[in-house]
């Protein structure tokens, strides 16, 4: 997949060599608390949440416990410049996609980097949870260390399968903003977290997530050409490989808490393909909500 020459999104919030956000918080440090009294005091509410929003303004990235800066090999500055470039790809193409199609205004998610953990709006974030996306805060959290095992334990090596992955995560948000998600996340309320339902509810938002990112993708490489030789069956073997059932027969040493609600392998690799070759995001929308339970 070739980026040369694209722009890197300015959307993304750097928190890599920060351990979680309780130590982020502190960061802020006594200028910040003062600049937390000034803005309660000219813009009134209370210290809690006005500390709170500050908790997440004052982050200051690539510092390491002891304020000393962290190194970053090669390797992680490379994926860190090309998911920022993927992502502002996904903008790009989002943005274009939301006026042809008449789904209104597109706004643009957060990316956040971090390493180990860090808090979102939606809970605490865990590496070993792999890639996720918060609608509480309407950001894709993302270790890049999780590519880096993807090349090691899965053997899935490739940039598109990189940009797939982040495209998928981008598949949620654009379910956010149509709707789509918050309907099926209070089906899935109603049926109890964790219940064979609910579970059910999860597998349609993760096969309409692939195929959004398969949308992405015919786009993309409508403006770009992008798509080379090789990338789609790169990018459909990684969504066989981190399908649930695969990940379940390779499940020793490998965690990923929501393997069990992303479909098998073979659907993943259907939807995507599917998006990829109509880039008709409503059908996409329609065909999800569809599917009955024997489906998912
Ligand atoms: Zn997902």
Known sequence: MDLDGRRESTNVEDRRGMSGGAKAGLGGGIMGIIIALVAMFMGGGDLGSVLGQMGQITMQPSTDNNGEPVEFTAEEQELAKFSKQILGGTEDIWAQIFEQQGLGEYKDPKMVLYSGSTSTACGQGQAAMGPFYCSGDQSLYLDLSFFMSMKQQLGADGDFSYAYVIAHEVGHHVEYLTGVLQQIHSKMARYGQGSAQANKESVRIELLADYLAGCWAHYDNKRFGSVQDGDLEEAI???????????????????MPESFTHGTSQQRMRWFKAGYQTGDVKRGINSAMQLDYSQL
Not at 237 to 255: N, V, W
């Open 237 to 255: 073997d990684c969504a066989q490989k981190i399908g649930d059932d695969y990940l379940q027969k390779r499940a020793q040493g490998y965690a």
